[in-house]
């Protein structure tokens, strides 16, 4: 019994000593984990927390890599290792044959997020490669989304901008332009709307049938289609499943519709029209084996008596791009087209005000003025 009490008062006193007792202290997490309780924590409202999880993030990352970065300057400034040149080669067989585990975990590090071809066999370009993985754009992201959630528009604003700065850095597909939405909409936010226009416009790059010349025979061919064969004839002959540009397009188009650019609204608001139902008509497809699109109205019908498309109607604003597609084929002299899309919107309860407004311009076609901007 004594000697159980002894080893006793022994573990108690251990772990009094500084960094003696075993389980005294958790190792730190890695700054991957802690960027994801920060998520949670602002997921959960609680930004305060959040932007402390992600400012520890950061801060855990960039320590982790200066770390890395001078294990990697320690071997490198060895006399014999100087001798070998700028080598990778020869320095990573000269760090794995004396034992340098430190500098060899950080090139392995490395590897994993640098393709080896990148670096062309330089030692010199290993370390400063190192030296800017210290970056950590999700966290900037994330910490500018705490700032926007606060109001801290301005704030926010420079932390969206240090996360597209490191975009190179991004471990998810896509990321960067998710960031430039996220600018552009506190640009919409701040009246902004030059800077806006400039954001959506580069999203826009990523859009291949749009932004090459070689396709605008395309773009020509469909607005014809639509124009003188009408929507159902166009949505039959046409797909296009580009989501990730659907919102850049749309809300364009409604700023130009406002800034009385009438051809150019039609334009971006035809492709988020067709990006919208061929995303609705291939859910249609996936969900009946027997599903073939005929009619425009029939689909709208279709779709609204299912929660989960009705939502993604909700999302994508589509009644008011049908709206607003009609009033700027008119305000383009396209009264014919633009009654077929205001026809869309006729006797559509779940449409709101967009199906009153379309019955209105049916009734009187009108050109509306911009009361403010998008």
Not at 45 to 57: K, N, P, S, V
Not at 180 to 205: G, N, P, Q
Not at 242 to 271: D, Q
Not at 312 to 338: C, D, F, R
């Amino acid at each position: 019994m004594k000697k159980n009490i002894k080893r006793f008062v022994f573990f108690i006193l251990l772990g009094t000593l500084p960094g003696g007792f075993l389980f005294s202290q958790a190792p730190e997490r890695p700054y991957w984990f802690t960027l994801e309780q920060g998520k949670l924590l602002f997921r959960e409202g609680q930004y305060g927390d959040a932007l402390i999880a992600f400012e520890d993030a950061r801060r855990q990352r960039e320590t982790m890599f200066t770390r890395m970065e001078q294990d990697l300057i320690f071997v490198l400034s060895l006399p014999e290792v100087r001798r070998l040149g700028d080598s990778l080669s020869r320095v990573e067989t000269y760090i794995q044959d004396r034992g340098y585990d430190q500098a060899d975990k950080a090139l392995r590090e490395l590897y994993y997020r640098v393709p080896r071809e990148e670096l062309n066999n330089s030692a010199a370009a290993a370390l400063e490669k190192t030296a800017e993985l210290k970056g950590y754009p999700e966290a900037e992201f994330w910490l500018g989304e705490c700032y926007r959630a606060e109001g801290e528009l301005g704030v926010a604003l420079r932390q969206y901008r240090k996360a597209y700065d490191l975009r190179a850095l991004l471990q998810t597909p896509g990321a960067d332009t998710e960031i430039l939405y996220s600018i552009a909409d506190i640009h919409r936010m701040r009246r902004e709307y030059i800077e806006m226009e400039e954001c959506y416009l580069k999203i826009l790059e990523l859009d291949y049938l749009w932004s090459e010349d070689s396709e605008t025979f395309v773009k020509n061919a469909m607005t014809r289609t639509l124009e003188n064969e009408g929507i159902d004839r166009f949505l039959t002959l046409y797909r296009y499943d580009n989501t990730v540009v659907e919102k850049a397009h749309r809300l364009l188009g409604f700023y130009y519709y406002y800034s009385g650019r009438y051809g150019r609204a039609s334009e971006h608001l035809l492709f988020a029209f067709l990006i919208q139902n061929t995303v609705l008509i291939e859910e249609m497809l996936s969900r009946r084996f027997d599903y073939q699109f005929t009619e425009t109205r029939a689909l709208m019908t279709e779709i609204s008596a299912q929660p989960v498309l009705s939502a993604y109607l909700s999302e994508v604003e589509y009644y008011k791009t049908i709206y607003y597609l009609g009033s700027s084929l008119y305000a383009n002299g396209k009264l014919g087209p633009a009654r077929n899309f205001w026809i869309l919107l006729r006797g559509r309860a779940e449409a709101g005000e967009w199906r009153t407004r379309g019955e209105a311009q049916l009734r009187t076609p009108f050109v509306e003025k911009a009361v403010e901007m998008p």
